[in-house]
Structure formats: structure tokens, C-alpha cells
């Protein structure tokens, strides 16, 4: 074969798999991509993450949130992933619906199917420490922990868990048929460790971004449809958090949690989206809004919104203060 010929077949595989490479990058990425004389660079979104009718009216109603114009959604697998930008800051964002199981499989859907830098997840969540923590304010925790796992051990087992249901007996403590539950550790699948078994979920992104600095010039909202918060409400950073598959509403239990755990929050999504994300590699952050105190008073719609509002202005401001990184030509 001439050099000729040689030269020639070269300069068309090379363009053959530009064009490969830039036609891969867009599927993946099909989000905020910006035209260069090369090759084109994509500025990687943050995936806003939620669960409720509450949480997306309160982002909708604050008018940041811009849908891009040519590309404003994507349906996969029965849900909707929307991409925009929220204070010029690219994003996707998804409403998950409830449970831990929903929340994982959208979580995972959206870093497969985006090229998501971090997760910024915001909902409501139970107080289970009225001292610290009343409706409207909000929670950034450390740390969650999947408290709905149990190793339920049979009664007078030789080995008694943490829970002892004999110990709630009411108007006497004794012995109870239920017997005691063990809360079991679950298994950290890891891009970079191996394996481990953990109770506590750390949440990294709490270290970089989380400071009083962060939210000390907000105004939270006081009032929604007639109700108003009887104080000023307040952010809260280092907690820990408890998830679980069930609703909290029992005061002895939350007690429980709040003794046996320290955790100050009861929700049924956050250890989802931090299992999922640390599976992943991803930096996240967990916002909470208090909407009720878990055995004290029920959830109120407008106590709720007012909830969800607030966590949605802290979560407004980690976007804001996180840089989003910008993904290079392949």
C-alpha cells in the first residue's frame, strides 16, 4: 500500500471516531452542551431530587427554575426527568414519588441515564426532637441511617435486639410475645472499596458546602393559606437522621430512635438517596424541612408547604455555591 493511501486511511478512521466519541458523549449527555471549532463541551448537571407534590410546587412557584428549550423533559422508565437550569446552574431534576424503593430506582435511573455531577436531594421529614427541631425548620444532617431492617428475634431469644417491645407495655413494662428486634447493618457497594457493612451513611457533601455562612441571610417562610409557624425558623446543620419504610407517627418509638440512635429525623427516603449515591461515587446532600413532630401534632398541608418551601431555599443555595464542573472533549 503508498504512503499515499496509508495517510488517507488514517485521516478517515481518525475522523470516524471523532465523530463516534462526540455522537457518544451527546446520548449520554444530552443536556447543556456547547458548540467549540473541536468537539463539543457539556457542562454537567446537578440532579435535584424529590418525592412530593409539596416539594415540586414550592420549586415550580419560586420561578427559578427555566426548562431548556429544546429539550425540557425526558420520559424513562414511568417517570419524568425534567432539564433546565435553576439560577443558571444546569440541573435534572426527578419526582421520585415515596418509599425507599421508588426513591433508589429514580436515583439510579438518573445517573445512568445523565451525566450528573451530585445529587441534591430536599423533602420533609418527622421531628423526633422537639427541643431542637419544630415545624419550618430545616435540617442538614451528617449522617442517615436505614432504621427498617430488623432481625426480628423470637420471644425470651437468648439474644435480645435494641428494640425490647416488652419494655412499652402499657400501664406496666413486662414481657411481650413480640420479643425484641436487632437492626441490622446494610451492605455499601462501593465504585472504589469493596464491600463493607455500615449502620450510619456518611454524607460527604456536608463538609464542603455546609456552613453557617451558607444560609444566614435567608428569609423563611412564616405563613401558607392562613397558617402561620409560631417562631422564626431556623437551619440545623450535623444531625443524624433515621429512614425507614414506614411512617413514624408513634412517640415512643421516635423516643426510641432519639435514645437508642440519636437520630433527630424520621423520613422514608433520605438513606435511599445516600446508599444510592455513595454506590455511585457521587457527592450529595441531604436537605430536610420539619413538617410535623412525630407523636405530637399530625402533618398539616400548609405546615407541610411551608416545610418544603424552606428546604427548597436551602437547597437553592448549595446549588448556588457548589461549582459545577464541565466535562472536558472525549
Not at 431548556?68 to 439560577?87: E, I, M, W
Not at 444546569?90 to 418509599?99: H, L
Request: aromatic content about 10%; glycine content about 6%; some cysteine.
Amino acid at each position: 500500500m503508498s504512503s499515499v493511501n496509508l495517510a488517507v486511511l488514517l485521516v478517515v478512521g481518525l475522523l470516524l471516531v471523532t465523530a463516534k466519541q462526540s455522537m457518544q458523549m451527546s446520548l449520554r449527555n444530552p443536556t447543556s452542551e456547547i458548540e467549540t471549532s473541536n468537539c463539543k463541551i457539556g457542562f454537567l448537571p446537578l440532579g435535584l431530587v424529590l418525592t412530593s407534590e409539596n416539594s415540586e410546587k414550592a420549586l415550580l412557584d419560586s420561578g427559578l427554575f427555566e426548562p431548556d428549550s429544546k429539550n425540557p423533559y425526558v420520559d424513562f422508565v414511568g417517570r419524568k426527568f425534567h432539564v433546565g437550569t435553576l439560577n443558571s446552574t444546569p440541573i435534572v431534576y426527578v419526582k421520585t414519588g415515596t418509599q425507599t424503593v421508588n426513591v433508589a430506582t429514580a436515583v439510579q435511573t438518573l445517573l445512568l441515564k445523565f451525566r450528573i455531577s451530585g445529587i441534591i436531594y430536599f423533602g420533609n421529614a418527622g421531628s423526633l426532637d422537639e427541643n431542637i427541631l419544630v415545624p419550618g425548620d430545616v435540617v442538614v444532617p451528617e449522617a442517615v441511617a436505614f432504621t427498617g431492617v430488623w432481625e426480628w428475634e423470637e420471644f425470651r431469644a437468648q439474644n435480645k435486639g435494641k428494640l425490647v417491645f416488652g419494655n412499652y407495655n402499657y400501664p406496666v413494662n413486662g414481657e411481650n410475645l413480640l420479643g425484641t428486634a436487632a437492626y441490622e447493618n446494610i451492605t455499601l457497594y462501593s465504585p472504589s472499596e469493596e464491600p463493607k457493612e455500615v449502620f450510619w451513611l456518611p454524607i460527604p457533601l456536608l463538609k464542603e458546602a455546609a456552613t453557617e455562612e451558607l444560609t444566614k441571610d435567608l428569609k423563611f417562610k412564616e405563613c401558607h393559606s392562613g397558617r402561620c409557624l409560631p417562631r422564626t425558623s431556623k437551619v440545623v446543620f450535623g444531625l443524624k437522621a433515621s429512614t425507614s419504610d414506614f411512617y413514624v407517627k408513634n412517640k415512643a418509638y421516635g423516643d426510641f430512635l432519639l435514645e437508642k440512635f440519636n437520630a433527630s429525623t424520621a423520613d422514608s427516603a433520605s438513606a435511599a438517596v445516600a446508599l444510592t449515591s455513595l454506590s455511585n461515587g457521587k457527592r450529595f446532600v441531604v436537605i430536610q424541612g420539619i413538617s410535623n413532630i412525630v407523636g405530637v401534632e399530625s402533618s398539616n398541608p400548609e405546615i407541610g408547604y411551608i416545610a418544603s418551601h424552606n428546604a427548597f431555599l436551602v437547597a437553592t443555595k448549595f446549588i448556588n455555591s457548589i461549582r459545577t464542573p464541565r466535562l472536558a472533549c472525549e
